[in-house]
């Protein structure tokens, strides 16, 4: 049995240079997260969950500190070899949905397939019928063929979900995932997203502002003055 964290943060600090002035987001901050976990992180606005988002999730490097993915040492890697792990070990959710408008929504959901190193790449029979196992998932069987902006908002994010699952990730990172939803809407989408996480038992790491979005998850974290804490609200 593997009882390795699947990620672990240590000491990661971010900063941002404008001009003259250095501005400090991140300050020290440590995290691990088990296998099949589901963390939620909570903060006011600006306070960096979505830059701490990015640094974990390969996307922005850090100023200090390391990230360490199933043991490998993210931002260790070439830029070619992080962007061939991100493509097949996570998956990204985020408030806006970034589906390409030229594209069916089956062909949204089928893109990350196609972004991965040609080695792992499945059969494209095998790509279809994936992507069309989740946009079924989630609701979306009769709307495989259609353009995203012929889909409502809700439907568009579940899309979205579709396509963060696209590749069996080992973990999710979600960024404000119902942020521009109405709370029925956001609670179909909801649905949709644990259902998948639980079935598939991916790692879940989210921030929202949703305390009770939040509260679904295993733990609740806390970003205050750059430092995640555990919540005590």
Do not use: W
């Not at 960024?175 to 997203?193: A, Y």
């Amino acid at each position: 049995m593997n009882d390795r964290p699947l990620l672990q943060a240590d000491a990661i600090d971010k900063s941002f240079v404008m001009g003259a002035v250095v501005i400090p987001v991140l300050k020290g901050v440590s995290l691990s997260l088990g296998r099949g976990e589901r963390t939620a992180i909570m903060g006011a606005s600006g306070a960096g969950k979505t830059t701490l988002l990015h640094v974990l999730g390969g996307l922005e490097s850090p100023t200090a500190g390391r990230v360490m993915f199933d043991g490998t040492d993210v931002y260790s890697q070439s830029p070619a070899r992080r962007t061939a792990l991100r493509a097949s070990q996570t998956g990204f959710i985020f408030q806006a949905y970034y589906l390409l408008p030229e594209l069916t929504v089956l062909e949204n959901v089928m893109l990350p397939a196609m972004a991965l190193p040609r080695r792992l790449q499945p059969k494209s029979r095998a790509t279809r019928d994936r992507a069309e196992s989740l946009l079924s998932s989630v609701g979306l069987s009769g709307r495989l063929h259609h353009l995203p902006t012929e889909l409502s908002g809700g439907e568009q994010q579940r899309t979205a979900v579709a396509r963060a699952m696209m590749n069996n990730p080992e973990i999710l990172f979600c960024d404000e995932p119902t942020g521009n939803l109405d709370s029925k809407t956001g609670d179909t989408v909801l649905q949709c997203l644990f259902r998948l996480v639980e079935e598939h038992q991916v790692t879940l790491l989210l921030v929202s502002h949703n305390r009770a979005l939040c509260d679904q998850c295993d733990r609740v974290l806390f970003l205050r003055d750059g430092r995640l804490e555990t919540d005590q609200e």
